[in-house]
């Protein structure tokens, strides 16, 4: 499946057989007492990518970082950056920087001062680290904040000032652990594609843990989703909302709805799955296991709803009561009960001030979607 959406999506070493990972997790473990935080772990990432660990609280992705830092050592396995083991590697002889949520800029220093931190720990040259500073203030659009102190700046200015600090010592990998988290919602959407146009210039590899699905949707070339320590899968942003590998992907990504049910027949390339609310839902996925349990997995954009019932009998078509409807602005979203007391969900754009088709509460309602529309999933 074609990628959608970045600014680079015909960058993917991924794809290439031949090609060397940057940072290669190898069957990497991490207890904490008998807590198992990351189990049995491997992951492949390529040199500059953006790539986005995306789960909930306690998934385990922070401590994968941490561990890529050097702040914490796995208990088993191992972890290679440019071909080299890290094992015994001291934080501050990585080639890795970490930025984190709360910034921990120094606040007693200006900004041109926070950024020079790290350089002259280094034992960089005055001029050098003049120009290097300058250079930074540049980068991230601060010239003429860079007397301020960090309590006289914004928000999303501290997170650059952070940012700047970061990269100033040139690392191979930038590690961002919820970078955004602290800033609103309009002001982290702005920054998301200026990191975005960041890395670019830069050429680094990014890495970045967030709980925030668009953050990560909308930065990365390649997500690992995570749950309980272990990757549940990795790809692309459009493969992964469009093509989940599992129900804890489909659920777990964007809004979806799931119909239960077994594969009742096959037909030219496609399944009839017969749900146990008495849906038959037909499905374009020929290779489906044939016995067991399914399950159909269909995004609400996917679905149109309307008061009448569809004429072309090669849609998808259930009947329904409007349960409830949300109205937000660029769309109303619409939950209806079906007979079995399943709820489905469709979402509408609002193209128009005003609705052809009116629906409102306890109103019956069609729901019709081709059968291209979803995907069968056997786990």
């Known amino acids: 499946m074609k990628s959608l959406g970045s600014i680079r999506r015909s960058f993917a070493p991924w794809t290439d057989p031949t090609a060397k990972p940057f940072i290669a997790f190898e069957n990497v473990t991490k207890r904490f007492g008998d807590f198992t935080a990351v189990d049995n772990l491997s992951l ?47 934080p501050y002889r ?10 921990a800029l120094f606040p ?25 500073v300058a250079e930074m203030l540049k980068l991230v659009k601060l010239e003429q904040f860079a007397k301020r102190k960090p309590h006289q700046l914004s928000g999303g200015q501290r997170q650059r000032v952070a940012l700047a600090r970061s990269v100033a010592k040139r690392p191979k990998v930038l590690l961002l652990d919820e970078p955004l988290g602290a800033l609103d919602k309009k002001l982290r959407e702005e920054t998301q594609f200026e990191l975005m146009d960041l890395q670019q210039q830069l050429g680094l590899t990014f890495m970045v843990v967030t709980h925030d699905q668009e953050e990560a949707m909308t930065m990365a070339d390649r997500i690992a989703i995570m749950d309980k320590g272990e990757v549940m899968q990795v790809a692309t942003p459009a493969e992964v909302y469009e093509a989940p590998a599992s129900r804890f992907v489909a659920d777990f990504v964007g809004s979806v709805n799931i119909f239960e049910g077994r594969i009742a027949g096959r037909d030219e390339g496609r399944i009839e799955i017969a749900t146990a609310d008495g849906v038959t839902i037909r499905a374009d996925d020929a290779n489906a296991a044939g016995e067991g349990t399914v399950w159909y997995a269909v995004r609400p954009e996917k679905i149109r709803i309307s008061s009448k019932k569809p004429e072309n009998p ?10 409830d409807i949300g109205y937000l602005g660029d769309m109303t979203v619409y939950n209806v009960k079906l007979a079995g007391g399943q709820i489905v969900r469709s979402s509408e754009l609002n193209r128009h001030r005003t609705s052809e088709d009116p629906l409102t509460w306890n109103d019956r309602a069609w729901l019709t979607f081709p059968a291209d529309a979803g995907v069968v999933l056997t786990r």
Not at 94 to 103: D, G, I, K, L
Not at 108 to 132: C, P, S
Not at 314 to 323: F, Q, S, T, Y
């Open 44 to 90: 492949n990432v390529y040199e500059r990518e953006f790539f986005a660990l995306l789960g909930a609280s306690g998934c385990g992705k922070s401590t994968l970082l941490r561990m890529l830092a050097g702040f914490e050592e796995p208990s088993a396995g191992r972890i290679l950056l440019d071909g080299q083991d890290l094992a015994g590697i001291p």
């Open 94 to 103: 990585r080639p890795v920087n970490m930025m984190f949520q709360s910034y």
């Open 108 to 132: 007693h220093m200006t900004v041109e001062k926070n950024i020079a931190y790290g350089l002259k720990q280094d034992g960089m040259a005055k001029a050098d680290i003049e120009k290097r």
């Open 314 to 323: 090669a849609l998808n078509a259930i009947e329904g009561e409007v349960w």
